[in-house]
Structures are given as structure tokens and as C-alpha cells.
């Protein structure tokens, strides 16, 4: 897929009605990227004031502990999530405590989140827009808090495996037990016993 195709699939995301003056500016304020697997796309500790959106492929957000172990604790796709930003720098003004790096060979269009912030203050479309979005992911991540805390993880793993099949699909082994909290080997005992 060409750039001009990419910046297209965002367009078609967007409730801009073919607002040129908008579509010209976004171009000016946006970059393409394309990343390999593992490739850091927000860095730990770094202060980022971009929004992404996920153009193909898929990406992993890891915590950083204080041991300096990795933790899952966010999956995106093209079609999951696909709009997301570095939520300690925009809203904390501070540096990241978290990294994400793409899972696999991933393309994303990167925009400059105060260009997009100003643009959403003038139209209530965009901020009509904005709002869902937020709140699709807000939802999920109150949804995966949720049953993670009130199921025994075998209940939480077959309910993710009923409501987000495409975590089994996409992502490692090893991303996913650390997303529920549990150790490989223990992830792979549940999926014996759950037959998948």
C-alpha cells in the first residue's frame, strides 16, 4: 500500500466531509511510519505528543517494572484500539512509564496531537468523534480490569478467548500471560484444559 493510500484509510476513519482545508493541514501534520517487528514505536521514558492510528498491523504496550521486567497490559490492531497516544505526556506532561512496540510488521500514521487537539475544539464532528473513540478504549480497558479481577484465570482466559478471539490469533504466547497475569507455562495448562 502507497502513503497516498494510507493517509486514504484515515480519511475514510475521519468525519471530516471532504473538509480540504482540513485534509491539506492534517497532511502537513502527520508522518507515515512503518515499522518491524519489535520496533519501538513510543519509547520507555520517552515524551511523545503524537496520536497513532493503525493503519495494518498490530502493536503491544508493555509496562516497565521496577525489577525491569516487560508486562503486557494492552493489545491494538487495525481494527482494535487502532487510535492510541502517549497518555503520560499529553494528559501528565511527563515521560512515558510504559513502551510500545509493534508486534509485527505494522504501519501507522502518526499525527501531532495538539495540531489534532485545536482541530477538535472548532469541530463537533471531530470531537463527536474523539469522544468515541476514547470511550471504545476506555471500555475495553475497564472490561479486561474487570473480569481479570472477579474470574479465576481460567474463566478470564475463556472469556477472552469468547469475546477477543483475535488476541489468540495475533499475539505471542508469552504477551498474553503476561497480560492475564500468569506465568507461560500456566497459560499453556489453561489451554490444554480449555481445548482450543
Same mark, same amino acid.
Given at each position: 500500500?502507497? =502513503? ?5 484509510? !484515515? !480519511? ?8 480540504? $482545508?482540513?485534509? *491539506? ?5 502527520? @508522518?507515515?511510519?512503518?515499522? +518491524? ?17 493503525? /493503519? ?13 521486567? $516487560? ?7 487495525? @481494527? ?9 505526556? &499529553? ?5 512515558? =512509564? ?9 504501519? &501507522?500514521?502518526? &499525527? +501531532? ?7 477538535? %475544539?472548532? +469541530?463537533? *464532528? #471531530? #470531537? ?9 478504549? #476506555? /471500555?475495553?480497558? =475497564?472490561?479486561?480490569?474487570?473480569? %481479570? !479481577?472477579? #474470574? ?9 478467548? =469468547? ?5 489468540? %490469533?495475533?499475539?505471542?504466547? %508469552? ?9 507461560? /507455562?500456566?497459560?499453556?495448562? !489453561? ?6
Amino acid at each position: 500500500m502507497e =502513503d497516498s493510500q494510507h493517509f486514504n484509510f !484515515l !480519511l475514510e476513519k475521519l468525519p471530516i466531509n471532504d473538509n480540504q $482545508e482540513f485534509i *491539506h493541514h492534517l497532511k502537513d501534520n502527520c @508522518s507515515i511510519l512503518s515499522l +518491524d517487528k519489535n520496533e519501538p514505536l513510543i519509547a520507555f521514558q520517552s515524551n511523545n505528543r503524537k496520536i497513532y492510528f493503525i /493503519v495494518e498491523g498490530s502493536f503491544i504496550r508493555n509496562i516497565i517494572t521496577s525489577r525491569g521486567e $516487560e508486562k503486557t497490559i494492552m493489545f491494538h490492531t487495525e @481494527s482494535f484500539c487502532e487510535f492510541f497516544k502517549s497518555y503520560d505526556t &499529553v494528559y501528565f506532561h511527563k515521560a512515558t =512509564d510504559y513502551e510500545i512496540k509493534a508486534n509485527e510488521k505494522s504501519v &501507522v500514521i502518526a &499525527v +501531532d496531537f495538539d495540531f489534532l487537539y485545536l482541530k477538535i %475544539q472548532n +469541530d463537533i *464532528h #471531530l #470531537l463527536q468523534f474523539y469522544i468515541r473513540e476514547t470511550e471504545k478504549l #476506555l /471500555v475495553n480497558i =475497564d472490561l479486561f480490569r474487570n473480569f %481479570q !479481577l472477579s #474470574l479465576t484465570s481460567e474463566e478470564y482466559l475463556k472469556w477472552l478467548y =469468547d469475546n477477543y478471539p483475535f488476541i489468540f %490469533q495475533r499475539f505471542a504466547s %508469552q504477551n498474553i500471560a503476561s497480560f492475564m497475569g500468569i506465568t507461560n /507455562v500456566w497459560l499453556s495448562n !489453561l489451554k490444554a484444559k480449555i481445548i482450543f
